[in-house]
């Protein structure tokens, strides 16, 4: 079985970047396994009882933990950096009423332990925007999964995949096509949310 890990800081693709390396054959990658058990040591048994040859985690928490997990596990690493900025942004705007915590502080924090291991063993580090190019994301998968990749048309199709809800378009839509976003949400929904206010 090889192992590999994807981090990086929150809302940059690693959830996107976890489904497409689940589409090499051989591989599954498994996108914040942390958040349904009570510990984050999970993702050491996620790894070891698993009949793929490929076996992945993508998780922005597990960025605090990569001391221990490069030397228990030694999986291939990925690291994804995005601007601290644009990622205190990003957060905020998604659920700027629901977060209780200082997201500048988890920022900083998360780019520190993931820059003390960006020029590790088997870790590759690639810009956020990167993504955006099909031998990029070939090369990470590469990396991630020796041997094993998809082609730059395949890669291609996939690079404007939305796996997650981008809250600012739709609030833009709904604020300024109302009927349109009523029609995408259905009455009851629009009517909780006051989007028919």
Request: hydrophobic share 45%; proline share 6%.
């Amino acid at each position: 079985m090889s192992a590999y890990l994807i981090v990086g800081m929150p809302r940059s693709k690693t959830a996107w970047m976890s489904v497409v390396a689940s589409m090499v054959p051989g591989s599954i990658c498994h996108h914040e396994p942390v958040t349904r058990f009570k510990r984050w040591e999970c993702c050491f048994d996620i790894w070891k009882n698993t009949a793929m040859p490929h076996v992945g985690i993508a998780d922005s928490g597990l960025g605090f933990h990569l001391e221990r997990i490069l030397a228990e596990v030694a999986p291939r690493v990925l690291i994804i950096r995005r601007d601290p900025k644009e990622v205190i942004e990003s957060l905020k705007r998604i659920s700027p009423t629901q977060i209780n915590y200082e997201p500048e502080n988890l920022v900083r924090a998360l780019t520190e332990s993931l820059d003390a291991f960006a020029a590790a063993p088997g870790v590759l580090s690639v810009a956020f925007e990167d993504l955006e190019r099909p031998e990029i994301v070939a090369n990470c998968l590469n990396h991630l999964i020796p041997g094993g990749t998809l082609s730059e048309d395949r890669i291609r199709e996939l690079i404007d995949l939305n796996i997650q809800v981008d809250v600012d378009r739709f609030w833009k839509l709904a604020g300024a096509n109302r009927a349109h976003a009523i029609e995408m949400v259905g009455r009851d929904i629009a009517l909780r949310l006051r989007v028919m206010q």
